[in-house]
C-alpha cells in the first residue's frame, strides 16, 4: 500500500472535518478506495446518493442546509468547488481527491460548482430522504440558526 502524503485544506468551518479513506493505490490494475460504517464513516449508512453527468459548466447544486442530516461528500472523479458557510465562516474547498471526504453536519449551507464534465459526486447519508430536514432559504439558515 502506497500512502501518498496528499495534503487536504483544514476545515475551519463548524459541524464539518476531513473524512480519510482507506486506499490502495499500487495496483497495476487500478486503484482500491475502502470506508466502513462507523470506523472510518463516522455512522451507519443509510443511504447513498451520486451525483454525475455533470456537463453543464454553469451548474449550481445544495443551496441549502440541513437540520439534522449527516453526510460525507467525495468527489470520486474529475473536480468540483465545495463552498461550505455555518452562517459565521465561510470556506470554498477544491475537491478533487478521491481519498478524502468533506463531513457536511447539520446547519452548514453548501453549495457545489464549478464541476469538471467527468465529476462523480458520492454522498453517504446518515439517513433517508426527508424534504423536511432541509432549510432551502438562506434568510431561513440564518433565522434556524440563532433558534
Ligand atoms: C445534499 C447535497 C450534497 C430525493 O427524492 N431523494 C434523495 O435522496 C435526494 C438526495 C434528492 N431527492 C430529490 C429532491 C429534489 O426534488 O431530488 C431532487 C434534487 O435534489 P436536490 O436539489 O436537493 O439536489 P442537490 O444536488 O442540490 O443536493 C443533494 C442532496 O439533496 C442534499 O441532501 O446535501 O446533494
Not at 80 to 106: A, H
Not at 126 to 139: G, I, P, Q, V
Request: aromatic share 14%.
Amino acid at each position: 500500500m502506497t500512502k501518498e502524503k496528499i495534503k487536504f485544506p483544514k476545515i475551519k468551518v463548524k459541524n464539518s472535518g476531513v473524512v480519510s479513506l482507506q486506499f490502495y493505490n499500487d495496483f497495476p490494475d487500478g486503484n482500491l478506495v475502502i470506508g466502513e460504517a462507523l470506523k472510518n464513516v463516522p455512522f451507519a449508512i443509510k443511504r447513498l446518493y451520486f451525483i454525475n453527468s455533470l456537463f453543464n459548466k454553469q451548474a449550481h447544486r445544495g443551496l441549502h442546509a440541513h437540520k439534522k442530516l449527516e453526510q460525507i461528500i467525495f468527489c470520486i472523479n474529475g473536480s468540483f468547488t465545495l463552498k461550505l458557510d455555518d452562517g459565521k465562516n465561510k470556506q470554498s474547498i477544491k475537491m478533487d481527491n478521491p481519498y478524502y471526504g468533506v463531513r457536511l453536519g447539520p446547519l452548514l449551507w453548501h453549495t457545489m460548482e464549478k464541476f469538471s464534465a467527468d465529476c462523480v459526486i458520492l454522498v453517504l447519508a446518515a439517513d433517508y430522504y426527508k424534504e423536511s430536514d432541509y432549510l432551502r432559504n438562506y434568510e431561513e439558515f440564518k433565522k434556524f440558526i440563532k433558534k
